[in-house]
């Protein structure tokens, strides 16, 4: 059964560095995309970055473009979001997911991980 094991979440001052980790096991193979969404409290789950396993096409979010990047390995299943200039906002739980399509809608992501905290505070 596939399976995604997200890591690298903690906490940061804001403007620092965190670089988030997604290791996929299992058929993931057949997705041909993984995104990374984030869910603060209180609010629904929102698009940040995806990329084409295939291609190494990326998509961003417009709040963070020019400040997160989304890569991926696929020698072994291991999706990344390098996310700098952390601001306030970007507090949440971060989660990544795949799909068979390239969509910024949740519900669209058939594999999702467990998730982890990001949390930008002094």
């Known amino acids: 059964q596939a399976q995604l094991t997200e890591s690298g979440g903690g906490l940061v001052q804001p403007g620092g560095s965190l670089r988030l980790s997604c290791a996929g096991s299992g058929r993931i193979y057949s997705s041909k995309l993984m995104g990374w969404f984030r869910q603060a409290g209180g609010k629904e789950r929102e698009f940040v970055a995806a990329i084409r396993w295939g291609t190494g096409r990326t998509y961003y979010a417009d709040a963070v473009k020019g400040r997160f990047t989304i890569s991926r390995s696929t020698a072994d299943n291991t999706g990344y979001l390098q996310m700098n200039d952390l601001k306030y906002e970007d507090t949440a739980t971060y989660f990544c997911?795949?799909?068979?399509?390239?969509?910024?809608?949740?519900?669209?992501?058939?594999?999702w991980g467990q998730g982890t905290q990001v949390t930008a505070s002094t």
């Open positions: 997911a795949t799909a068979t399509s390239y969509s910024t809608f949740a519900s669209d992501y058939n594999i």
